[in-house]
């Protein structure tokens, strides 16, 4: 199963490489090019789609990328920003979705545009989306770096 093999590639002897495609035919030449794994970028996606990134500006085009690319015969991980919802349950019913399509993973970030969000609303965001699909990877990405919010760095340390 998809799950299980994607899980196991973060705990080989090797460490995981995991490019980033943002339409289908970057998605392929990866996968031809022999990685084990693929992600997708919200970035590359809103670029491609000539929308604005961590905007919640494309929820379609993401899904209609997974759509496609989880057919090449490698696991997916689909970076869904900050979840592309208004609460936990509509997040974590995107994240159902993406794994009846055959998602191994996603991202799912804590930057809101020009800030955080509030580490309890995260938290539960988290939560929501375990509960409902606790066989996807769930990689809760932190903003602060990218962002550049004040002490940022120095709370990392």
């Given amino acids: 199963m998809t799950f299980e093999r994607f899980r196991a590639l973060h705990h080989a ?11 289908h035919a970057s998605a392929a030449a990866l996968a ?5 794994a ?6 590359g996606v809103a670029a491609a789609a000539g929308k604005p990134d961590a905007g919640r500006a494309t929820r379609q085009e993401t899904l ?10 490698i696991p997916v991980t689909v970076d869904i920003e900050a979840g592309f919802g208004e609460t936990p349950g509509q997040v974590a019913d995107l994240v159902a979705q993406l794994a009846g399509l055959g998602v191994a993973g996603i991202n799912l970030e ?18 929501a989306v375990k509960r409902r699909v606790p066989q996807v990877f769930l990689n809760a990405r932190t903003d602060a770096f990218w962002l550049d919010l004040p002490d940022a760095r120095a709370l990392a340390l």
């Avoid at 002897?13 to 339409?23: G, I, K, N, V, Y």
């Avoid at 031809?32 to 084990?36: E, H, L, P, V």
């Avoid at 693929?38 to 970035?43: D, E, K, P, V």
């Avoid at 209609?64 to 057919?71: D, S, V």
Wanted: negative net charge.
């Fill in 110 to 127: 804590d930057g809101r545009g020009t800030g955080l969000a509030d580490a309890s609303a995260q938290a539960k965001l988290i939560a």
């Fill in 13 to 23: 002897d090797e460490p995981l490489l995991l490019p980033c495609a943002w339409d």
């Fill in 38 to 43: 693929i992600g997708t970028t919200s970035l």
């Fill in 64 to 73: 209609a990328l997974a759509r496609t690319i989880t057919g090449l015969g």
């Fill in 32 to 36: 031809r090019a022999g990685f084990a």
